[in-house]
Every structure is written in C-alpha cells, then in structure tokens.
C-alpha cells in the first residue's frame, strides 16, 4: 500500500469519508475511486515499458554501430576500449634492460622473515553442576493419600 500509512491511519480515513460522503454514496465513490487507480496504474506501466523499449532501442543502435566498425576493421574510438588497449600493449610491452639474462642468477633472495605463530589457548575446565538433589523416583513413588 502507502508507504507510512498503517491501519490505523487508514480506518481513520475511511471513518472521515464515511461521514463526509455517507453510507449511500460511498461505494459508488470507492468504485469510482478504484476504477481511476487502474487507469492511474495502467499509464504508468505504458510509460515506464516506452522508456525501457527506448532504452533498448538505443543500446540496439550502439551495438550495430560497433559491429559495423569491427567488420570494417575500423579503430574503435570508444574510451572503454582504448583504455582496454592501452591496459594491454602495457602488459605485452617488450622487454626492459634490466632483465636478466638467460644462466645469470641476479641477486640473492632474501628468506621470507619467520611467521610467529599465537600461543595455544589455555585450557579451561568444565563449569561444574550442583549436584541434583535426592527425590523419589515417580514411577516408584508411593501413592498420595487423600484424607477425608
């Protein structure tokens, strides 16, 4: 329903219309005012499915644009795929001077400093229960009897 309108705020409403339309007229008014949500509703679907089809119309156009590039091997210029370029031919780049040659073995490795590992956690004991108390057994118990 509403948002922030609850049940009581509703019940008050319609106690309002109740007395301001009155008991004949009000169900030819809620009719009324039902009838004109459905077509309130009803354009407003019709509006939002003509932007979602206009959306699709133009994410259509787009994609027939980049395949009509790509077939004609033309360099998309879009910032996406040049950004995308540019991320590989730095990551395929030729080699530096400073890469070592095959059989030299460069300088030594350093031993990975010792990983200190946390002391164990200290043992604790069980929580002790209170002994349970001495009561009769109830299926061996004595029956109760009742005075007069």
Known sequence: MLPGVGFS???VIGVIA??????????????????QMAKLRAMANEFRSGFDELARQAELDE??????????????????????EQK?????????????AAGDPGPPEEPPPPVE???PAPLEDPPISPPA???????HAE???ASR
Do not use: Y
């Open 9 to 11: 705020e509703i019940l």
């Open 18 to 35: 109740l007395l301001v339309v009155g008991p004949k007229d009000l169900p030819l008014m809620l009719r009324k005012l039902g009838l």
């Open 63 to 84: 994609l027939k644009r980049e395949v009509d590039a790509l077939r004609r091997g033309a360099v998309l210029t879009d910032p996406v795929f040049t950004d995308i």
């Open 88 to 100: 590989v031919t730095g990551a395929i780049a030729p080699p530096t001077s400073n890469v070592l």
């Open 117 to 119: 590992e946390p002391p």
């Open 133 to 139: 108390p001495d009561l009769p057994d109830p299926v």
């Open 143 to 145: 029956p109760v009897q």
